[in-house]
């Protein structure tokens, strides 16, 4: 086969690959869970030179769904929230004030981020997020295709019929390969996203399950109230 033809397929691999990385990006931008990865893509003001968040702040989980940031000396921890905020405006965003050491009197106030829960309006807004990068991912498989096959249209000219058999199942294997794994990506975020919502709802119904019950025994208490007299 033509080295040309050759080197066309390896950089059309490479840039669907690449997208393929950036859509799975994209899905931990969909926060379900506090997660720290979930930060990587914010640029914050208050590190003047690289934008890194890590420079200013040292990141913690709290729990599944806090993520705690304490800054650096010298740094402007509301500036910092709101960088944040600009990526991700559904974080809750709240502070705390603790001393830096049992044995000293200096504070430091730090940031938490909490990921709100995952009720039905969240859970749809969610899901057309997933569904949306997916179908984003797909599309750029099938044009960067077409872009590679009209560059390789001068070199396929000369090709033999074996080598065009071979470029015509090479754009076809590698197009469901990485569209299924785009698939399967999708599926997972989209188990991530239901799992949370059944998880909402459980906990609402335990919420309103122990509202009757209160409800109930204050109804008991009266009525034992009006019967004593």
Do not use: W
């Not at 015509?168 to 949370?196: C, L, V």
């Amino acid at each position: 086969m033509d080295n040309n033809l050759h080197r066309l397929m390896q950089q059309f691999e490479k840039q669907i690959s690449n997208n393929l990385l950036l859509m799975k990006f994209r899905f931990m931008n969909v926060c379900v869970k506090a997660e720290p990865a979930a930060l990587i893509g914010v640029s914050v003001s208050e590190a003047e030179v690289t934008g890194n968040l890590e420079d200013v702040v040292d990141v913690y989980g709290g729990d599944e769904k806090t993520l705690n940031l304490v800054p650096h000396d010298g740094v402007d921890i509301t500036s910092v929230a709101a960088d944040i905020s600009e990526i991700h405006p559904e974080f809750i965003v709240d502070y705390g004030v603790y001393k830096k050491s049992q044995d000293s009197e200096d504070t430091v106030t730090v940031l938490s981020l909490t990921v709100p829960d995952v009720d039905k309006d969240r859970r749809d807004i969610l899901l057309k997020a997933v569904n949306t990068y997916k179908d984003a991912f797909n599309t750029y498989v099938d044009t960067a295709a077409s872009v590679t096959k009209v560059k390789m249209a001068m070199y396929l000219a000369d090709a033999t019929d074996a080598d065009k058999d071979k470029v015509t199942e090479f754009f076809k294997d590698k197009a469901k390969e990485y569209k299924d794994k785009a698939e399967q990506a999708a599926a997972d975020k989209t188990k991530e996203i239901e799992d949370a919502y059944k998880r909402y709802l459980e906990e609402q119904a335990e919420r309103q399950t122990e509202a009757e019950k209160t409800n109930l025994a204050e109804g008991a208490d009266v009525a034992k109230t009006f019967i004593g007299k």
